[in-house]
């Protein structure tokens, strides 16, 4: 007798499905639905589909009137502008970017499909990019069209910009669009890019970036049977610079793990590989000690290290020639500015860019936490490097740090509420006459 019942409730169920199914997208459409909708676009690398985000979002764009163009450095990895002219155009003008691509996921360990953007009811967003950095490329859009239906009219123009490759080094990204005439031709004064969330109640807040290196080093000897005991053998090589880069590692630690500074302070070394050996069929031949070893390394330089100092401890204490070794030391990005000064953004009173952002987050009901430096890289490096002043942020406090990890997600209320500060932050910044 159940099962009629059954029937009879899982029609009814199917036709409210449907209803809601066949209602119109304007209809339905949220902040947070709009959200859902760019997340669901799969732009993880390797293959992002830069072509239906990039059309979403000139949707999006045109839905609020705001004039776009796309720019295309490298074949296929084009990068959106979207620009809202100012009443003054001529006053230097504010850029909002973001990056169009996300890193890769294992849907394996994710508690929902990585580009379903499930909401789940305590109003947590699951998908990649929800945190790095989908969100405030949406709510730089959300501001804006909340300010155009409050008939807020900029005096500075301001532009958007959706830009490809960053997670992969942003080569033919953002690096090629700050040298373009395209981008001297906008006339920046102040750009806002991505930043990172806080598990606490204030949001934070980059003023420079490490600069990564990688370094690869190698060592050559003579080979030679496993059971022998000989001076310079490549492997014997490579160890001994193992344990000074080690103990550089160590003192380099030491300091934050005594409180002194953040780990993005200091200059971070890490072992990410390490080769040699020589294989047979059955595997590594355990008699043999190889003629070559090699051994690579992430570094992270912070803005106020000296990069030719690092380059001659590399030299003369970490890879020595005179050991029969040899390094490459891959520089990815800029380290200094076109004058030579560190990319730093200042954050004090004698940047006025600061002084209306800091003031734009308090009227928003927002705190700053103290300015950091970013452990790790984004774009604004390249921007940094033109001289401009840049901030890194991400308007999300109380939220766990989640990018690049499994289960990336964002709560809709922090997502609502970033909307709101760019509200703030945007017209702070576009009335400002004096810069
Ligand atoms: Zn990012």
Redesign the pocket.
Known sequence: MALPHCRHFLLIHLIILSATSLASPQEQETPVTRFQQYLRINTAHPQPDYASAVSFLISQAQSIGLQYRTLEFSPGKPLLLLTWLGSNPSLPSLLFN??LDSVPAEPSKWLHPPFSAVRTPDGKIFARGAQ??KCIGMQYIEAIRNLKNKNFAPARTIHVSYVPE??IGGLHGAAKFVHSVDFENLNVGFVLD?GQASPDDEFRVFYADRSPWGLKIKANGPPGHGSRMYDNSAMENLMKSLEVISRFRESQFDVVKAGKAANSEVISVNPVYVKAGVTSDTGFAMNVQPSEAEAGFDLRLPPTANPEEMKRRIAKEWVPAIRNMSYEIIEKGPIRDYTGRPLMTLTNASNSWWLVFEQAITFAGGKLAKPEILSST?DARYIRQTGIPVLGFSPMSNTPIL?HDHNEHLRDTVYLKGIKVYESVISSLSSFMEA
Do not use: K, P, R, V
Request: charged residues 55%; aromatic residues 0%.
């Open positions: 973001s990056h790095d950095d960053e997670e991505e984004t990018l």
